[in-house]
């Protein structure tokens, strides 16, 4: 898979309010260890971790516009075309309602850390996720700039 050039300054400006987005929320590191790590150097580690993170934008029909290493691999999608796909379409049109309810709650409650739910590879492989943190993505000065999600288990089904 084409992989993105971490250095740039999406990568790490968006790696990085990730990063605080969710410290804020959780009162707790994204990554273990990341604490006093710089920007392009969290980046780089949030981009090779093991643990699926990924976010999308504001849009009215949401566009991924971050995923990790392991995120692309579990959707089997390089770097362009997932950052070209609507977030709903992750999910099958039976669990589209179920989304659409967990980011409502979301919104208003600003995280949730108990998800589970199904989702579908570009191939059509579809996994469940036990247990995923999803939560809204505010910048520095409160601006509501989208929402990410972050899991470590997966099973396909």
Do not use: C
Request: hydrophobic letters at 40%; a negative charge.
């Amino acid at each position: 898979m084409q992989l993105p050039s971490i250095e740039n300054d999406f990568q790490s400006s968006h790696a990085s309010l990730l990063r605080s987005s969710f410290a804020r929320l959780m009162g707790s590191e994204l990554l273990d260890g990341d604490s006093g790590v710089s920007e392009s150097d969290f980046a780089r580690a949030m981009f090779e971790s093991p643990i699926v993170v990924v976010s999308h934008g504001t849009q009215e029909d949401p566009i991924f516009n971050y995923g990790n290493q392991a995120a692309l691999n579990l959707f089997e999608l390089d770097w362009v075309d997932f950052t070209q796909l609507p977030s709903r379409k992750s999910a099958e049109p039976l669990n589209r309602a179920e989304r659409a309810r967990l980011l409502n709650a979301v919104t208003n409650n600003g995280f949730i850390d108990d998800y589970s739910g199904v989702r579908i590879s570009s191939t059509g492989r579809r996994f469940l996720i036990p247990t995923a943190i999803v939560w809204n993505v505010i910048d520095e000065v409160g601006k509501f700039r989208g929402q990410a999600a972050t899991f470590s288990n997966w099973r396909f089904i």
